[in-house]
């Protein structure tokens, strides 16, 4: 009986082909075993990944990866944990986007902080323009109201 046990176990650990994706904004994601599923391919699971961190539309997404959306819906279903997280993804280059601006503003570009400091505090920093109208100058500001 010893010996049929072992046998059992170690078909176990042959049949489980699932890996692990190690990615710096999921940490370490285990794909699950599937005998047929589009997953199956590490490389279509990647290409699908990197395609929400390039920020495109889920639908680019599919096609970038090559499959439909009733298999990422199926994938998703099989990978509860994923799921909610492509969304996420797609915030990858506003992250880089703010690095850049904030690597430029270290580097002393006045230009790219005088731009952000108009946006992050408007009331402070933003352009102020006079309009006259009957030789009256009027602020947009005042217009606005």
């Known amino acids: 009986m010893k010996k049929a046990n072992k046998k059992k176990k170690s078909r176990a650990k042959k049949e489980d082909n699932s890996y692990v994706i190690k990615d710096k904004y999921l940490g370490n994601v285990k794909i699950k075993h599937t005998a047929n599923a589009w997953w199956k391919s ?61 690597l430029a503003i270290k580097k002393g570009s006045i230009k790219t902080a005088q731009w952000y400091l108009e946006r992050k505090l408007p009331e402070e920093f933003k352009e102020r323009r006079d309009v006259t109208s009957d030789d009256k100058p009027i602020l947009v500001e005042d217009v606005l109201k």
């Open 42 to 102: 590490e490389a279509k699971v990647v290409q699908l990944l990197s395609a929400y961190k390039a920020g495109c539309t889920t639908k680019e997404c599919l096609i970038d990866a090559g499959i439909t959306a009733d298999q990422l819906k199926y994938f998703k279903r099989e990978h509860p944990e994923i799921s909610p997280r492509l969304k996420e993804l797609k915030k990858v280059p506003s992250i880089h986007a703010r690095k850049l601006i904030a």
